[in-house]
C-alpha cells in the first residue's frame, strides 16, 4: 500500500533553517504531485508547497505566499522531495504533511489522496 514517511522536524529558533524530507512508496510515482502542507494547533491545514508533474519527468514547485520568499521545494527522484525553510518563524510552528494525487489532473491544492503522519516543526522566539 501507499506509505509516505517524513523527516527532518525539530525544535529551532527564530531565524534558524531546516530542511524536511518526504520518501514515498507502495507504487510509482513518477506521474504523481507531491505535496507539503502544515497545521497549527486550533487552526485549519494549510497548503504550504507543491511538485506538480507537468510531463515526462519535468516537475514544477508552488509556494504558497506566505513562505515562497523562504521556503525552497525540490523533487529529488520520483518518489522523494525536500523542502527547505529558511528563516524560521514562530508562525511556522506547526505539524508538516507530505501528501500525494494524480498529476495532471488538479489545478488548486485540492486532490490529495494519500498522506503520511507528520512531523512537528518548533520555532521559538
Known amino acids: 500500500q501507499v506509505q509516505l514517511v517524513e523527516s527532518g522536524g525539530g525544535s529551532v529558533q527564530a531565524g534558524d533553517f531546516l530542511r524536511l524530507s518526504c520518501a514515498a512508496s507502495?507504487?510509482?510515482?513518477?506521474?504523481?504531485?507531491m505535496g507539503w502542507f502544515r497545521q497549527a494547533p486550533g487552526k485549519e491545514r494549510e497548503f504550504v508547497a507543491n511538485t506538480r508533474w507537468t510531463g515526462g519527468n519535468i516537475y514544477s514547485a508552488e509556494l504558497s505566499d506566505s513562505v515562497k520568499a523562504r521556503f525552497t521545494m525540490s523533487r529529488d527522484n520520483e518518489s522523494t522531495v525536500s523542502l527547505r525553510m529558511n528563516n524560521l518563524k514562530p508562525e511556522d510552528t506547526a505539524v508538516y504533511l507530505c501528501a500525494v494525487r494524480p498529476g495532471g489532473v488538479f489545478r488548486t491544492s485540492s486532490g490529495f489522496e494519500y498522506w503520511g503522519q507528520g512531523t512537528q516543526v518548533t520555532v521559538s522566539s
Open positions: 507502495g507504487r510509482t510515482f513518477r506521474t504523481y504531485d
